[in-house]
């Protein structure tokens, strides 16, 4: 089993940055490919981002290609999101999941543990 906790969520003006940064529990961590979806109210859940388990290959959704970056830190058990640029429509409560397939998933039934989610907030 893995627990996996988010933080770095708030509200920033369009145009600024945040970072993210999701915390996950054992051992096993640098096994795991993770992921980050976004769900804004009344939309159904985003693939933004994964990346292997080793850190070498990434995915990105061309709505935040250029913007976001991806990164991990398996030493601290910890993948983070910087996010530049941020728009309105960046809005969204972000969630970090991990998945053991060997390749990069871009749907969230292939991920089998999530986070609780952080708020992110962008205003014009």
């Known amino acids: 089993q893995v627990q996996l906790v988010e933080s770095g969520g708030g509200l920033v003006q369009a145009g600024g940055s945040l970072r993210l940064s999701c915390a996950a529990s054992g051992r096993t961590f640098s096994n795991y490919a993770m992921g980050w979806f976004r769900q804004a109210p009344r939309k159904e859940r985003e693939f933004v981002v994964v990346?292997?388990?080793?850190?070498?290959?990434?995915y990105y959704a061309d709505s935040v290609k250029g913007r976001f970056t991806i990164s991990r830190d398996n030493a601290k058990n910890t993948v983070y999101l910087q996010m530049n640029k941020l728009k309105p429509e960046d809005t969204a409560v972000y969630y970090c999941?991990?998945?053991?397939?060997?390749?990069?998933?871009?749907?969230?039934?292939?991920?089998?543990?999530w986070g609780q989610g952080t708020q992110v907030t962008v205003s014009s």
């Open positions: 999941a991990a998945t053991s397939r060997v390749l990069l998933p871009r749907g969230a039934y292939e991920y089998d543990y």
């Open positions: 990346i292997s388990w080793s850190g070498g290959s990434t």
